[in-house]
């Protein structure tokens, strides 16, 4: 089984997100990481957020070892 990655559980506030970005997400009941780390890039923009952002959103969750669509790295 793969080793669950602890990060999942943290608030959303730990992606050091922008503002924006933060709002969006919690305006769309998104309040932890593991809540992010499920969707995927059609969901967000959905949300109303631009490929920019989805970039950097990435590039936080890459830091902490976490892909969307579910992905864990070691």
């Known amino acids: 089984m793969r080793k669950q990655n602890e990060n ?22 998104i ?3 593991e809540n992010l780390w499920i969707l995927n ?3 967000l923009k959905e949300m109303g957020l631009n490929d920019h ?3 950097q959103l ?12 579910k992905k864990i790295y070691n």
Do not use: A, H, S, T
């Open 58 to 69: 990435i590039i936080k969750m890459q830091l902490l070892g976490l892909d969307l669509n």
């Open 53 to 55: 952002e989805i970039k």
């Open 8 to 29: 999942i559980k943290k608030k959303i506030e730990v992606l050091d997100l922008d503002k924006k970005v933060l709002e969006c997400l919690k305006q769309n009941e």
């Open 41 to 43: 890039r059609k969901k």
């Open 31 to 33: 309040q932890y990481v």
